[in-house]
């Protein structure tokens, strides 16, 4: 294993991605299958109508979290906000990788406060380190492929810092999640 080069991070909107859940779910690093059991239960603990982002909140959302990071000056290299979860790509930066998802869903909360006064999103988050150029391209593409569903593609400085020419991305063309209607 070697240095890590960056890493995505997911999270997800509350109650919408239960561990049970049909799809599979993920828990400490593992993909695991459904089990309507464990689904059910978690279904009748949940304290709070689930949320399900709009496209105006995803916009919000999306925007919150690229401001902050050129606030602070990271490197996200890929980022997709769905109805339901966040999938954020990042250069490693100095900030350790749980601050760095506490900060995000922080500054997606306080733009979204103003539509869900209760709780937005799941505890916690999932983490893929990636220890090659070659790992963090899968992990960009994986994102990117929530975004591609519409076809609309447009160059968003605040991904590559302001000079879109990050090499990482397709000559610092980003397909956007803002624009994206159909996309869960």
């Known amino acids: 294993m070697g240095n890590?080069?960056?890493y995505m991070i997911t999270w997800t909107t509350y109650g919408t991605w239960l561990q049970g859940d049909k799809r599979g779910?993920?828990?400490?690093?593992?993909?695991?299958?459904?089990?309507?059991?464990?689904?059910?239960?978690?279904i009748n603990q949940q304290k709070f109508q689930h949320i399900t982002l709009d496209q105006n909140q995803k916009n919000i959302a999306y925007n919150?979290?690229?401001?902050?990071?050129?606030?602070?000056?990271?490197?996200?290299?890929?980022?997709?906000?769905?109805?339901?979860?966040?999938?954020?790509?990042?250069?490693?930066?100095?900030?350790?990788?749980?601050?760095?998802?506490?900060?995000?869903?922080?500054?997606?909360?306080?733009a979204l406060r103003h539509y869900y006064p209760d709780k937005i999103w799941s505890k916690g988050y999932d983490k893929r380190f990636c220890f090659s150029q070659s790992e963090l391209m899968n992990r960009i593409r994986y994102?990117?492929?929530h975004?591609?569903?519409?076809?609309?593609?447009?160059?968003n400085p605040l991904i590559n810092q302001g000079?879109?020419?990050n090499p990482l991305m397709n000559q610092g063309n980003v397909t956007n999640p803002l624009m994206n209607q159909g996309a869960k």
Not at 26 to 39: C, F, H, R, S, T
Not at 147 to 155: D, G, H, Q, R, W
């Open 4 to 6: 890590t080069v960056g």
């Open 25 to 42: 779910y993920v828990k400490d690093g593992q993909i695991l299958p459904a089990n309507q059991k464990l689904y059910s239960a978690n």
């Open 64 to 110: 919150a979290i690229l401001t902050e990071a050129k606030r602070v000056n990271h490197k996200i290299l890929a980022l997709a906000v769905c109805s339901n979860h966040v999938h954020l790509v990042a250069e490693v930066n100095k900030e350790p990788i749980d601050q760095f998802a506490r900060r995000y869903k922080v500054a997606a909360t306080s």
């Open 143 to 145: 994102v990117q492929q």
């Open 147 to 155: 975004n591609i569903k519409t076809l609309i593609k447009e160059t």
């Open 163 to 165: 000079n879109g020419t």
